[in-house]
């Protein structure tokens, strides 16, 4: 297994901080270890996959970083910066793991994430409300605002989720299989949307079952390939290798190199 960290490198030969700096994290559920001493490192502005089987640890690395749950062992920085838990992270769950029937409105839900910018105790200001109202404009959900939220549709949910990460004004954004579920035109509304906090300097990284997409290089610079410890982070040709794979699906999947990139099939049978 290769534990290589991603390569922040320029060409100028300048190194610039990284907006995630993972050491030898650690996580476990009570007595189970279900993350072995992962360590990478993403450079700022970049848009990274997280990919690998079902029960690889996406989501736990996800909610690690965010701060939801605790490593047993590791360090986590954010801009340099030792992190437990703080703004600077916005993470959007699995839809599944959302009561959708909650009775508010897509407003509120998005004022969420201000909370940390207005304190408990306080009521929103203008700066908060005119947040939530770009954020909500971005996503292009402005006209269903006062919407409840267990009306929305699943692509809508999930731009809803977008926008509360984005009025947080974070710099990293971390995504839980945000393309799941949803049809291809929603999932393509999303990855414009990505490709747009991208643009605005937010750091992304997306966890996804999605091998084709992840290889996509038009809409991720990195991909970082886990079961349980990371078998390897970098471009998608250099990750997504045949061996690699193997190491963290088994047998079974094809690679077929078209001039569009890298196709990747998964041979389920
Ligand atoms: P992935 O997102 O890659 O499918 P998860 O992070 O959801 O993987 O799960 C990693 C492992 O941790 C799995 O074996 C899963 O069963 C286990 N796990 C996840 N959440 C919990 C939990 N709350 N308590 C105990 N085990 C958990």
Not at 51 to 57: C, E, F, I, L, R
Not at 179 to 203: F, K, N, P, S, Y
Not at 210 to 239: K, M
């Given at each position: 297994?290769?534990?290589?960290?991603?390569?922040?490198?320029?060409?100028?030969?300048?190194?610039?901080?990284?907006?995630?700096?993972?050491?030898?994290?650690?996580?476990?559920?009570?007595?189970?270890?279900?993350?072995?001493?992962?360590?990478?490192?993403?450079?700022?502005?970049?848009?990274?996959?997280l990919?690998?089987?079902?029960?690889?640890?996406k989501s736990?690395?996800l909610?690690?970083?965010?701060?939801?749950?605790?490593?047993?062992?590791?360090?986590?920085?954010?801009?340099?910066?030792?992190?437990?838990?703080?703004?600077?992270?916005?993470?959007?769950?699995?839809?599944?793991?959302?009561?959708?029937?909650?009775?508010?409105?897509?407003?509120?839900?998005?004022?969420?994430?201000?909370?940390?910018?207005?304190?408990?105790?306080?009521?929103?200001?203008?700066?908060?409300?005119?947040?939530?109202?770009?954020?909500?404009?971005?996503?292009?959900?402005?006209?269903?605002?006062?919407?409840?939220?267990?009306?929305?549709?699943?692509?809508?949910?999930?731009?809803?989720?977008?926008?509360?990460?984005?009025?947080?004004?974070?710099?990293?954004?971390?995504l839980d299989e945000?393309?799941?579920?949803?049809?291809?035109?929603?999932?393509?509304?999303?990855?414009?949307?990505?490709?747009?906090?991208?643009?605005?300097?937010?750091?992304?990284l997306v966890a996804t079952?999605?091998?084709?997409?992840?290889?996509?290089?038009?809409?991720?610079?990195?991909?970082?390939?886990?079961?349980?410890?990371?078998?390897?982070?970098?471009?998608?040709?250099?990750?997504?290798?045949?061996?690699?794979?193997?190491?963290?699906?088994?047998?079974?999947?094809?690679?077929?190199?078209?001039?569009?990139?890298?196709?990747?099939?998964?041979?389920?049978?």
């Open positions: 297994m290769n534990h290589q960290p991603l390569s922040p490198a320029t060409s100028n030969g300048t190194v610039p901080l990284p907006a995630l700096d993972v050491q030898n994290l650690t996580v476990a559920y009570e007595q189970t270890v279900v993350l072995h001493t992962v360590s990478f490192v993403i450079p700022a502005g970049e848009r990274v996959a990919v690998g089987p079902n029960g690889a640890g736990t690395l909610k690690a970083l965010v701060g939801l749950i605790r490593p047993t062992t590791g360090s986590i920085r954010v801009n340099g910066h030792l992190h437990t838990q703080c703004n600077d992270v916005a993470y959007v769950p699995q839809r599944a793991q959302v009561d959708w029937s909650f009775p508010v409105n897509v407003w509120d839900v998005v004022m969420l994430g201000r909370t940390a910018h207005i304190g408990l105790f306080r009521s929103p200001g203008r700066h908060d409300r005119d947040r939530v109202a770009h954020s909500l404009e971005l996503v292009r959900m402005t006209d269903l605002a006062r919407r409840q939220i267990g009306e929305l549709s699943g692509g809508q949910q999930q731009r809803v989720f977008i926008a509360r990460a984005l009025a947080q004004d974070a710099c990293v954004l971390l945000p393309m799941t579920g949803l049809d291809v035109r929603a999932q393509q509304e999303v990855l414009h949307m990505i490709d747009a906090i991208h643009r605005d300097g937010v750091t992304v079952h999605d091998l084709q997409q992840a290889a996509n290089t038009r809409y991720y610079e990195r991909v970082l390939l886990l079961n349980q410890s990371l078998i390897q982070g970098g471009q998608a040709h250099a990750v997504l290798t045949a061996e690699h794979l193997t190491a963290a699906y088994g047998g079974h999947l094809h690679r077929i190199e078209t001039e569009q990139g890298i196709l990747l099939v998964h041979d389920r049978h």
